[in-house]
T-cell receptor
Framework: AQSVTQPDIHITVSEGASLELRCNYS??????LFWYVQSPGQGLQLLLK??????LVQGIKGFEAEFKRSQSSFNLRKPSVHWSDAAEYFC???????????FGTGTRLLVSP | SQTIHQWPATLVQPVGSPLSLECTVE??????LYWYRQAAGRGLQLLFY??????ISSEVPQNLSASRPQDRQFILSSKKLLLSDSGFYLC?????????????FGPGTRLTVT
């Protein structure tokens, strides 16, 4: 069965600094991969997705993610973090033939002034 | 455009009382619908999903049930709430074959069982 690991529970980044959130997945075939963001008390918003093709995908709010099959990773990046990016970020994997997504446990991003 | 509604937004219920949470989707037909629970520090747990009216798949045995009486309506219920049912409940939808897995979430319901 597929699984997702987000090894960092919390990350603190200074405003204006770059960001990388880690995500590792476990799945035998080519996965469908997603990053979602959740502000406190809110639902989840889709940031970006990878289905196939170019391994570097662009999303909303200036985020991007790179799929690396050899490392089973799909890390989320942003070159310059804004205070409004403080939120919880979830990586998810879907599998062909299933209607479900499997989510990681999330990484809480704190942005310091 | 599509929108998803959940109500109520917050709910405080005593142990042993019944529960009904409602989710509706607008602007799409025959969506796949999902109920998740989010407990502190535990990420999202898929509770139920539905690919059509009356078709419910349960992911984990628990004190909850789900129903889909209409195409765009998904209801989460319990006959008797437990303390462990407290959490943030999220409804989500997806549609289409290729985009089966691209889910869109509602605003959530915060349930506190006292």
């Amino acid at each position: 069965a597929q699984s997702v690991t987000q090894p960092d529970i919390h990350i603190t980044v200074s405003e204006g600094a770059s960001l990388e959130l880690r995500c590792n997945y476990s799945y035998g075939a080519t996965p469908y991969l997603f990053w979602y963001v959740q502000s406190p008390g809110q639902g989840l918003q889709l940031l970006l997705k990878y289905f196939s093709g170019d391994t570097l995908v662009q999303g909303i709010k200036g985020f991007e993610a790179e799929f690396k099959r050899s490392q089973s990773s799909f890390n989320l990046r942003k070159p310059s973090v804004h205070w409004s990016d403080a939120a919880e970020y979830f990586c998810a994997v879907g599998a062909t033939g299933f209607q479900k997504l499997v989510f990681g446990t999330g990484t809480r991003l704190l942005v310091s002034p | 455009s599509q929108t998803i509604h959940q109500w109520p937004a917050t709910l405080v219920q005593p142990v042993g009382s019944p529960l009904s949470l409602e989710c509706t989707v607008e602007g799409t037909s025959n969506p796949n619908l999902y109920w998740y629970r989010q407990a502190a520090g535990r990420g999202l747990q898929l509770l139920f999903y539905s690919v059509g009216i009356g078709q419910i798949s349960s992911e984990v045995p628990q004190n909850l049930s789900a129903s889909r009486p209409q195409d765009r309506q998904f209801i989460l219920s319990s006959k008797k709430l437990l303390l462990s049912d407290s959490g943030f409940y999220l409804c989500a939808w997806s549609v289409g074959t290729f985009r089966y897995y691209e889910q869109y979430f509602g605003p959530g319901t915060r349930l506190t069982v006292t």
